[in-house]
Protein backbone atom coordinates (compact mmCIF):
# COMPACT_ATOMS: atom_id res chain seq x y z
CA UNK A 1 0.00 0.00 0.00
CA UNK A 2 1.08 3.51 -0.57
CA UNK A 3 -0.33 6.49 1.06
CA UNK A 4 -0.06 10.08 -0.16
CA UNK A 5 -1.81 13.02 -0.29
CA UNK A 6 -3.78 14.13 -3.57
CA UNK A 7 -0.60 15.78 -5.41
CA UNK A 8 -0.95 16.13 -8.70
CA UNK A 9 1.81 13.66 -9.46
CA UNK A 10 0.32 11.04 -7.20
CA UNK A 11 -3.08 11.16 -8.61
CA UNK A 12 -1.82 11.11 -11.87
CA UNK A 13 -2.99 8.45 -14.51
CA UNK A 14 0.72 7.27 -15.10
CA UNK A 15 2.02 6.99 -11.48
CA UNK A 16 -1.40 5.04 -10.70
CA UNK A 17 -1.02 2.58 -13.60
CA UNK A 18 2.53 2.52 -12.26
CA UNK A 19 0.99 0.94 -8.98
CA UNK A 20 -1.40 -0.99 -10.27
CA UNK A 21 1.02 -2.43 -12.63
CA UNK A 22 3.72 -3.49 -9.56
CA UNK A 23 0.42 -4.65 -7.24
CA UNK A 24 0.40 -1.78 -4.93
CA UNK A 25 -2.88 -0.54 -3.89
CA UNK A 26 -2.81 3.46 -3.84
CA UNK A 27 -4.41 5.41 -0.74
CA UNK A 28 -4.96 8.82 -0.42
CA UNK A 29 -6.80 11.25 1.79
CA UNK A 30 -10.45 12.65 0.33
CA UNK A 31 -10.43 16.66 -1.46
CA UNK A 32 -10.04 18.95 1.19
CA UNK A 33 -8.37 16.85 3.43
CA UNK A 34 -5.14 17.83 4.11
CA UNK A 35 -4.28 17.19 8.01
CA UNK A 36 -4.73 13.26 8.08
CA UNK A 37 -0.82 13.31 6.49
CA UNK A 38 0.15 15.86 8.84
CA UNK A 39 1.61 13.89 11.65
CA UNK A 40 3.51 11.87 10.06
CA UNK A 41 4.85 14.55 7.72
CA UNK A 42 5.65 16.21 10.74
CA UNK A 43 7.78 13.57 12.02
CA UNK A 44 9.70 12.73 8.98
CA UNK A 45 10.74 16.64 8.43
CA UNK A 46 11.52 16.37 12.32
CA UNK A 47 13.96 13.29 11.57
CA UNK A 48 15.19 15.09 8.57
CA UNK A 49 16.34 17.78 10.53
CA UNK A 50 17.67 15.79 13.32
CA UNK A 51 19.41 13.05 11.64
CA UNK A 52 20.32 15.39 8.39
CA UNK A 53 21.78 13.29 5.64
CA UNK A 54 22.89 10.66 7.24
CA UNK A 55 23.77 7.07 5.61
CA UNK A 56 23.45 4.25 7.72
CA UNK A 57 25.65 0.41 6.40
CA UNK A 58 22.69 -1.38 7.67
CA UNK A 59 19.22 -1.32 8.38
CA UNK A 60 19.39 -2.67 12.07
CA UNK A 61 21.74 0.93 12.13
CA UNK A 62 19.37 3.01 11.10
CA UNK A 63 16.76 1.29 13.41
CA UNK A 64 18.90 1.83 16.26
CA UNK A 65 19.58 5.26 15.55
CA UNK A 66 15.87 6.11 15.09
CA UNK A 67 14.79 3.92 17.88
CA UNK A 68 17.28 6.19 19.92
CA UNK A 69 15.58 9.27 18.71
CA UNK A 70 11.86 8.09 19.37
CA UNK A 71 12.27 6.75 22.46
CA UNK A 72 15.07 7.47 24.22
CA UNK A 73 15.42 11.84 23.34
Same mark, same amino acid.
Given at each position: ?23 ? &?? @??? =???? #???? %?? &?? @??? =???? #???? %?? &????? =? ?13
Amino acid at each position: MAHSDRGSQYASDHHQRVLAAEGI &VC @SMS =GVGQ #CWNN %AP &VA @SLF =GRLK #CELG %AE &VFATR =GQARAVIFEYLEVF
